[in-house]
């Protein structure tokens, strides 16, 4: 859904990574080698930013639909 | 007993033990992983919440925050003089979160999180608890308490403790014909060619896998992995919680504690 906090099986923190992964990986950097600059060396912390999908992004875009429609019925 | 640090920051630690068995080391992973207290979230009471998220998700989250420590001001909850349930000033930390999204989505950080005692607060600011939209509002008072890894993983100041016997790497020169299987098999990188002679190029990164033994044409092998009899190599990471050294400290200061109590007890 969201991030975890903590990788499930070491315990590392990884939220706080989180945003910054994905960003670069979106930029078009390499996945791995955005892992090792962010110090994440264990390959059970790297798979849950590797095979991690913020499906709460998805959910969340009900919400904002139905807020736009509620303003724009305001509107007119 | 000898100890030396190899690497040391302000989370990570590895240092290498001589002269103590392997019982003694395994207690220190042990009492490290088990015993040495650190503070989280403990309790929370969630005032409001619209999000699109359930109270105990959130609940969840907020546990697993690593929060920075002071041993030396607090007490465990059930070591605390006030004796009570819901603790004191000595044996809880109130944090408070109250957060809108007053303009679109945002996303909540563990920033936003207020700490009656700023000493006491996330380990990071950019941890990311919830996702609001516009409209949604997430209102709660978490207790942090000090607790122990035993009965709970987010208790648990490290996220790396272990440790590995020292290696020790033998060619024999005269059966080596320095063909470079071993060289080329080895995972860690460990040996290296140089000048067409096989060597030991990083010792310590060795994982005693013993593929290198294995790839050796020779019969029997001109390479052999051993380990050193009671020389440890050993790795720490911490949470954040607590720096590495004081972990360490705090591990032997408990082992004491508790082999006096085992003292007292036959006696
Ligand atoms: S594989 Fe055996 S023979 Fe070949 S270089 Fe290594 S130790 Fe020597
Ligand atoms: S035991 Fe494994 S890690 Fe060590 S030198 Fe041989 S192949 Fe490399
Ligand atoms: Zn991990
Ligand atoms: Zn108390």
Redesign the interface.
Known sequence: MIIPVRCFTCGKLIADKWEEFSRRVKAGEDAGEVLDSLGIKRYCCRRMLLSHVEIIDEVLRFYEEAEKRREARGYY | MEIKVLEKDDSNMRFLVKGVDVQYVNTLRRLMLAEVPCMAIDEVVVIENSS??QDE?IAH?LG???LKTNLDEYNLPEECPCKSEFGCNLCRVTLTLDAEAKE??RTIYSGELISENPEIVP??E???I??L????KLKLEAYARLGRGKKH?KW?P???CAYKYFPKIEILEKNCDNCGKCVEICPRKVLAKTDGKVEVRDLMACTLCQDCVEACPKNPPAIQVKWEKNSFIFNL?S??ALPPERIVKEALKILDGQLKEIEKQIR
Request: hydrophobic fraction near 40%.
């Open positions: 699109v998220l998700f989250r697993l925050i690593p679109g989505t380990v990071k950019n941890i990311p919830m996702k939209t516009k409209g949604q993983a648990q490290v996220s790396l990471e949470t954040g």
